[in-house]
């Protein structure tokens, strides 16, 4: 397996599911470097990233996640990482697949956790929303990609360095992923286990306004490649 790996966490108000997160982690990924970020929580997962992680980067005010992960990866390089595993804080990431996940960056060099979004036990929102948004990235990136807005991604540090990817909410998990498939980057999709439950931070309206604002941004050619 890739090392050093380093785990990057991101948290907006995860309190009740971080700890647990954290552990399951260090138990699949016991030589990974665990770097919380906490973006701008008013609860207590400020305090919680301290104790369970080996560093923690503090917001004062939420930020977004693309912001989050964008410092969690420039931290990360700056420890030599090899690559990275980012996983949610919200528990509906099963840390089992970590492994698996980290171990297929020996035949590609991003790696997306994906799960079946057409079972009962997903919202019926969620599903349509997963199946028009991930139907929209294959077309813009030439195919292959799925499940772009998934979190759970293991990258390799070379992609990092040389994919910026803009916006400072979830619209920067897609931007990031279309521009390193046009940069010639290889990504593969790994099954993972569909577990919902904790409420989700995305919003329906805002963030996937964003999302089709990448996108269409993509499509028409205003970003360089």
């Keep these: 397996m890739i090392e050093p790996l380093v785990v990057i966490v991101p948290a907006y108000n995860a309190e009740p599911t971080l700890a647990k997160v954290v552990k399951d982690v260090r138990r699949n990924l016991p030589g990974a470097l665990v770097i ?8 207590g997962s400020r305090h919680l990233l301290r104790t369970v992680a080996d560093e923690t980067i503090e917001f004062d005010q939420n930020r977004g996640k693309g912001a ?10 700056k420890k030599g990482a090899a690559a990275v595993l980012t ?13 698996a996940i980290v171990g297929a960056l020996d035949r590609a060099d991003i790696v997306i956790g994906t799960r079946d979004l057409s079972g009962k036990a997903v919202p019926r929102h ?4 997963n199946m028009i948004s991930s139907a929209a990235r294959r077309a813009v990136s030439g195919g292959n990609v799925r499940a772009s807005q998934s979190g759970y991604r293991a990258i390799k540090s070379d992609v ?5 990817a803009v916006g400072d909410r979830y619209e920067f998990e897609t931007d990031f992923i279309i521009r390193a498939a046009r940069a010639g980057f290889t990504t593969v999709n790994v099954p993972i286990s569909t577990i919902y439950g904790s409420p989700s931070y995305f919003r329906e309206f805002r963030d996937a306004w964003l999302v089709i604002k990448v996108l269409w941004r993509h499509r028409a050619g205003i970003f360089k490649r």
């Design 126 to 129: 969620r599903r349509i929303a």
């Design 87 to 99: 996983i949610d804080s919200d528990g509906q990431h099963d840390a089992a697949f970590a492994p």
């Design 160 to 164: 990092l360095r040389k994919v910026h």
């Design 68 to 77: 989050a992960l964008r410092a969690g990866f420039d931290a990360a390089l």
């Design 36 to 43: 919380g970020v906490d973006d701008g929580s008013t609860d």
